[in-house]
């Protein structure tokens, strides 16, 4: 199914896949999921090895960077799809985002502030004036980076052309996907968490048996 979607001031955009839509929401679940075992402590009980619960945890906390990386590509795959990008555009979306954030960031600060005092470090008080510049909340940086650099990125990929593209996804695919994903050391500067590098890790505070 697919259907219009509306931006901000009434304008129509291009067509959009109900299915994505739909991705989109699943892969947020997985990141629900995945910072519920984080915060649960679920890890730091005594389960045995290899048992139910223990494999279960390890799952749903598996699918947290998944669900990053399809939210994440998702939304840079609309935004490289416009035809109408520019950095003055960009700029204002930034613009748009720290408006929101700042917003619900002030409104979480001064909520805490009144119910748990003693939780709210000094140094929060800046983070909250300034959530995208001081990182308070690492993703949303990290998009309001993506903003700003992608009408380059989307006039690089168009002029290099198919074959070209292809190659460069096969070659991050095999570098970040295969060697970085499955190695515990860091190969040709691939730093990034691999599979087996969270199972050891986790399998480190698992149990004491």
Known sequence: M???HMRAGGEV??????????????????II???????CGGFNNPYPPFGPKLLAYLLIFSLGKIGVFLFFGISAWFLCMETDYSVKKSLKRVWMLEREVLFYSIILTVTMKLWKPDLIAPDRYLNAMFPIGTSLWWYVTGYALFLLIYPFFTLGLRTMGRNMHAALCLIFF?????IAGLSRNVI?????????????SNVGVWPRV
């Open 2 to 4: 697919t259907g219009k």
């Open 13 to 30: 955009s291009r067509w959009r896949n109900s299915s994505i839509e739909l991705l989109r929401i699943v892969a947020m679940l997985m």
């Open 33 to 39: 999921g995945h910072h519920y075992v984080v915060h």
């Open 174 to 178: 095999i570098l970040w996907g295969v």
């Open 188 to 200: 040709y500067g691939t730093e990034a968490e691999g599979i087996l590098d969270d199972c050891v």
